[in-house]
């Protein structure tokens, strides 16, 4: 379990699958300022998760009707937690789930299940499993309102099957011997023997 160290009424630890992974390198979404960003896709079952991240739009709301809103919540908020069933019905990997999209400016800290920090964007990628730390905030920008979700930091949890489309090295090649021997079965060219 995520360390309940270090929180806030709008700060959440959400145990989920990532997607759309582009936290090594900014990126500029629909032509936008470039940011850190990730999917956490949450199972509809987790009750507990969901719960924890409705109560901290709720708090985020609170606090943006006194700083961002006038003293009043409008109507017609934009918020972060979405309906997988509804918003990406023709994804597979998002049916029975909710998901949220968490941005930052700077980049998160990446950390392995020990909490040591890692390196390689090969071991954090879209569709393995994460705790992710993502701080709920109100906005008032050019017109729109709500409650976005700023992303903190990710600590990987275990391997699942990768959603870029793209094949592991493992998926695609089989040890080789020491010596040299047969590389690719009997379909390998003389060259390589």
């Known amino acids: 379990m995520a360390n309940q160290k270090n929180f806030s009424a709008t700060k959440v630890i959400i145990p989920c699958r990532i997607s759309f992974a582009n936290i090594w390198e900014a990126k500029s979404i629909n032509g936008g300022e470039e940011k850190y960003s990730v999917s956490c896709v949450i199972p509809k079952s987790d009750k507990k998760t969901i719960a924890k991240i409705q109560k901290a739009v709720e708090a985020a709301k609170e606090d943006g009707k006194t700083r961002k809103w006038s003293g009043k919540i409008p109507p017609n908020l934009k918020l972060p937690l979405r309906d997988g069933d509804i918003d990406r019905s023709d994804d597979e990997n998002y049916q029975d789930c909710y998901f949220l999209n968490a941005t930052s400016k700077d980049a998160p800290q990446v950390v392995d299940r ?22 709920f905030y109100a906005f008032n920008a050019n017109g729109n309102r709500g409650v976005a979700a700023g992303l903190g930091n990710i600590q990987f949890v275990k391997d699942g099957e990768r959603l870029s489309g793209k094949a592991s090295a493992d998926a695609d090649f089989d040890a080789l011997e020491d010596d040299g021997g047969d590389v690719l079965g009997d379909d390998t060219p003389d060259y390589l023997s």
Request: charged residues 10%; glycine residues 4%; neutral net charge.
């Open 114 to 135: 020990r909490v040591q920090p890692v390196t390689d964007p090969m071991m954090v990628y879209s569709g393995c499993y994460c705790n992710v730390s993502v701080n």
